[in-house]
Structure formats: C-alpha cells, structure tokens
C-alpha cells in the first residue's frame, strides 16, 4: 500500500528494527506528539523499544506479530536495511510503507545496488559479479590489483569485504566468500571519504544538510567533519550524486549516501544507506532540522524543514572501547563538563569491543577547532583494548 496520505500528531508510527536509529527517530517522533511501534527481533527492551509506545518482539517472518503490529500503526519506516524482502512486501501491502520496498530492496544488497547505480549512469568504481572461484579469476584479471572483494549482502562496518593485493592467493580470498553471491571493485585510490545526508518528501522535493567528511579507523567511523573540508566543485558533485540517488529510487525518508573523493578531484559513489546515517549524527546538536525529524516529515507526508547547518560541529563516535568493562559505564565528567559537547548515548546493555554505543557532537567556530576539541575529549575518556 502507497499512497500521498499525510499524517498527523497522534496518529502512531511503525518502525521495522530496533536499534539506536530507531531510538533516535522515536524520539523525535515523541517529542511531536506521535505515538511509535516497533518491531524487532531483539529482545525486549531495544533501544528503540525503549522510547516506544509498543515493542513488538517477534521475528520479521511472523505474520501474526506483523499483523498486531500493523493493527496499531498508521504509517511504517524502517531503521535499518536488513528488514527481509518478504517482510517489506507484505507491510507495503497493508500500509504505507517509506521508504517503499523497492528502495530498501535495492540499497541492502551490493549487487543490486551496483547494478542501480550503472543503470542511472551515476559514477561507481568499476566492478563486476562474481559467484565462484573462477569468476573472482576473470574479475581480478579484468580489474586489476588491488581490488576489493564484497559480500552481496549484508556488509558494514567493513565486514565481509577483503583487499586483494599483488601477492594474494585468490582461493584462499575465496573462502571466506565460498557459497555467496560477491561484488568485485576496482581500488579507489581516493584521497577523503565524504557523505551526504538528505531527505526526499512524498511530493518529491529534497532536502540535504551538505557535504561532512568521514575518518574511519578499522573500518568503522571515527569522527565527522561538518561541513567537510571539500572545494564548491567536489561539493556540487556531491550534492548532484545524491539528488540522482534520491530520485532514481523514488525515494522517500532521510537517506545517506557515501562517496569516495579521488586525488583528481572526481566523487564517486561507494555505498546508500536508506535510512538515517552515523555520519548525520551531527545534525541533532547544528542544523534547523535533523536528519531524524526530516524522515519523521517525509515519512509523515508533512513539507521537509530547513537542513541549515548553525554550527560548525564533529561528530565523536563511542565504540564499546571506551567502557571500562561490558557493564561498567565511563566517567563522562569531561564531556558533561565540556560547554559546547553534547553526549548521545543509545541505552545499549553491553559494551562489546567495536560496538557504536553511543556519539559526541561537539560544536566550535570551525570544524578543524571542533576536530581538536573532539581529539581531546576522547583522549580523555580513553579506550579499552580486551
């Protein structure tokens, strides 16, 4: 079921997943009136559940979970991509659902999301599929070394994904992927990583909050940089690489979409996320209007706010390093302390190691000063290695 119907305070939103997405986008929901439902196959107490009005705790393949749930709900998101097909299909028809299935279908699968990206003609590494040893052989030969090879499905923060170089044994790269469909790239030797986060309304208008910049350590974000330290003319791509997403699928919801900015000064797109980002984080603490109340507008029905970016800011994140233990929390003096740091924690109940667990966003006259304050901060609080 889609349709142009707009939505207002009490009506109850349905959120698919459980995590701190959904956390965030309940609470933004909350604060205007809305009620909020989430489904989840976590436990009890998520931490989306633990801002929502109802928590539904079942499997996505369980249609009378689904049903109860969607007896409740006026309008359905989704916080996370990895919702399963047949899950979407059968919300999709019985509510609205937004982003729409075909979307979320596309973007949670590297090989369908590649092959989105060559049909619109929007700028990719070079890739190839492969299925088995001996197309992993004809790929690399084709592509050339160092390439990167990634599982179709169900990748992030650099999980299954491997770097092959001059000396690598194919065979032994591909036993890590034996029985799975994989995307094969071509290396970028790119010079930042950037993003940009925005929102397209069910009338179709869009919404960015501008180009950040992306530091990552092992994979998984370290810190934001907003606005990113990018010439007009690698920002203007940018911009124009996300209205071609945005509009390509149809979309509707905050949606991010990563990009690689190479030493020639051309942006190419690396990964979609169809749903908020960890890199618009910032946008809590420095914009008019965050990325969780933008999709809380499209998925609504209502017009999109104002992205205008207040502050320059950085955005911290707090990986499961920081806790002394699993269960023992850090001493937060020095960020409750700080005058223009702001703590996010996402209510997770363990601290395992490389665990996103909550953010800092600190503002400053700069994004450079805010990137030292930011380095302070978590020099302060410190990290544990086991």
């Given at each position: ?14 959120i698919l997943g ?33 801002i929502a009005d ?131 790239e071509q290396w ?199």
């Open positions: 079921m889609s349709d142009k119907t707009a939505f207002q305070p009490p009506a109850t939103i349905g459980g995590g701190q997405l959904g956390r965030m986008l309940a609470l933004e929901a909350r604060r205007c009136g809305y009620r909020v439902a989430i489904f989840t196959d976590e436990a009890t107490g998520c931490p989306a559940g633990q109802w928590e539904v705790n079942a499997r996505y393949d369980d249609t009378e979970a689904l049903d109860s749930f969607l007896a409740r709900v006026d309008v359905v998101t989704v916080e996370f991509e990895n919702i399963p097909d047949a899950c979407l299909s059968y919300v999709e028809a019985r509510k609205p659902l937004r982003p729409g299935r075909n979307a979320v279908f596309t973007t949670q699968h590297r090989e369908r999301e590649k092959l989105f990206l060559r049909s619109q003609n929007i700028p990719c590494a070079p890739f190839q599929i492969v299925e088995d040893l001996a197309g992993l052989e004809r790929a690399v030969a084709g592509l050339g070394r160092p390439c990167v090879v990634k599982t179709a499905a169900f990748g992030y923060d650099g999980k299954g994904q491997a770097k092959i170089g001059p000396e690598s044994e194919l065979a032994d790269v591909w036993s890590g992927f034996e029985g799975h469909h994989a995307v094969v970028v030797p790119f010079v930042m990583e950037v993003s940009v986060v925005g929102a397209r309304a069910v009338d179709g208008s869009t919404a960015t909050h501008g180009v950040v910049e992306n530091i990552h350590d092992r994979h998984i974000l370290d810190v934001t940089l907003a606005p990113a330290r990018v010439t007009p003319a690698i920002e203007k791509q940018a911009l124009a690489l996300w209205e071609s997403v945005a509009q390509g699928l149809q979309y509707v919801g905050t949606m991010a979409v990563e990009m690689f900015v190479t030493a020639e000064g051309k942006v190419l797109v690396n990964e979609i996320a169809p749903r908020p980002h960890n890199s618009g984080h910032y946008t809590i603490d420095a914009c008019v209007t965050n990325q969780f109340q933008q999709q809380l507008r499209a998925v609504t029905g209502q017009k999109l706010g104002s992205p205008r970016q207040h502050s320059p800011a950085v955005m911290l994140n707090l990986l499961g390093e920081v806790w002394p233990s699993e269960t023992r929390q850090p001493d937060w003096t020095p960020v409750l302390s700080h005058p223009e740091a702001k703590l996010h924690l996402y209510g997770k109940q363990l601290a395992k190691l490389r665990r996103k667990m909550g953010h800092i966003t600190v503002l400053g006259a700069t994004a450079d000063a805010a990137l030292a304050e930011a380095r302070k901060l978590q020099g302060l609080l410190g990290s544990r290695t086991a």
